[in-house]
């Protein structure tokens, strides 16, 4: 084996053949809307329903998460192409809801209301690893929208999911 420096090399080529679902988080601190694109998601447990989502501690939304503010998590349609970049690189805090159509829910969470899927979330503990916290949330309510076409990120460029004919 290499040096962590060559093994971090290896490593970030390795990721880029792992094909995520594109998801943002959304949710609303002092009144602010604020959303974040991530890949670092995965599903934990359906007993409790439960999600775990890894975020930069430099990431704008951190401290909203830190303090365990209930969020949505929305899984990108392929058509949210545009959405994605303008969350990534394009635009800061509101200006990242300038695309989509934004509901609000019962517990005031904003959510894509056209999104593949919205699971809210409450935040139930947190662990440091790194440059990031991974937070394990408890999914409050969940729902879905349109055929299975989520937006996929790999090898640093979007995508969309094609199913095998059977």
Not at 10 to 19: I, M, N, T, W
Not at 45 to 66: K, Q
Request: net charge negative; charged share 25%.
């Amino acid at each position: 084996m290499g040096a962590l420096t060559e093994t971090s090399d290896d490593l970030r080529l390795a990721l880029r053949r792992l094909a995520k679902a594109v998801v943002v988080i959304s949710l609303i601190e002092e009144g602010e809307r604020k959303a974040l694109v991530v890949t670092a998601v995965s599903e934990v447990s359906l007993d409790p329903p439960s999600m775990v989502v890894c975020v930069n501690r430099l990431a704008s939304l951190y401290p909203a998460m830190a303090k365990m503010t209930p969020f949505c998590l929305n899984i990108l349609d392929a058509d949210h192409e545009e959405l994605a970049v303008r969350c990534v690189v394009e635009a800061q805090g509101e200006m990242r809801f300038g695309l989509g159509e934004w509901g609000l829910s019962d517990d005031g969470v904003p959510y894509l209301t056209d999104a593949q899927a919205n699971m809210f979330c409450e935040t139930r503990a947190s662990l440091s690893h790194g440059s990031h916290d991974l937070f394990i949330a408890e999914v409050t309510g969940a729902k879905t929208s349109g055929d299975v076409d989520p937006l996929i990120y790999a090898d640093g460029r979007y995508g969309h999911y094609t199913p095998h004919e059977d």
